[in-house]
């Protein structure tokens, strides 16, 4: 559960759990992955209309890292018009330079349960070591310096067009995400009151 009580539903860890288990979608993912390059906009539509099928998404939820492409938003559009969906649908973009994100991502290690440390930021008190349960900590494979290059020349190409298809929507907000965590958590949930009263304003 994500925070305010609803699932975080993200295309990223439903692709590495696949690949966890060597799915055929995840044995179509690994390489694009592992090279920072997107999995095709098929592939991930499919996935995203799965698991917006399950009942724990019925009082809302949050899509991390989806859309990532116009035809990914094009369809989003259209997905949620078709079903109906009496949620209020808002979009919000955290917005990080380059020299943080370059150590947000190399420098982040994750427990055999998913907890995420930061070597710059957020050390554990042993080195590659989980505080709570003691796993060994581990750096996606795609988060080295190599890849996270790639991976930006990706998010240039194919996801800034995203941000411009919210921008011609009232429904859009963007969210300083150089701040520390605290910081962008409470920046969010202030974005979050502004959408809910121009998306109240709209269905009126
Ligand atoms: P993330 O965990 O969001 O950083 O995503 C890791 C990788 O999974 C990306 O670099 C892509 O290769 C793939 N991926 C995640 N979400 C998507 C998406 N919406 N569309 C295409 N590929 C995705």
Redesign the pocket.
Known sequence: MGIFGIPQI????I?RGNISKGTPLGKA?KS??DQ????SDDL?NEMVADRLAQPDTQRGYIL??????LN?AEWLDTHLNVSKTTLPVVAISIVVSYDHLLRRITGRRISAAGRIYNVYSNPPAVPGICDVDGSSLVQRP?DSEEVFRE?MK?FEAQTAPVIEHYHQQSRFQEVDGDQPVEQVTAAITDALKRLRQSTQTLSR
């Open positions: 993200s295309t990223g860890d692709l993912a694009l992955m920072g390059r997107l999995v991930v991390d890292g989806f859309p990532r492409t990914q795609d991976r990706t």
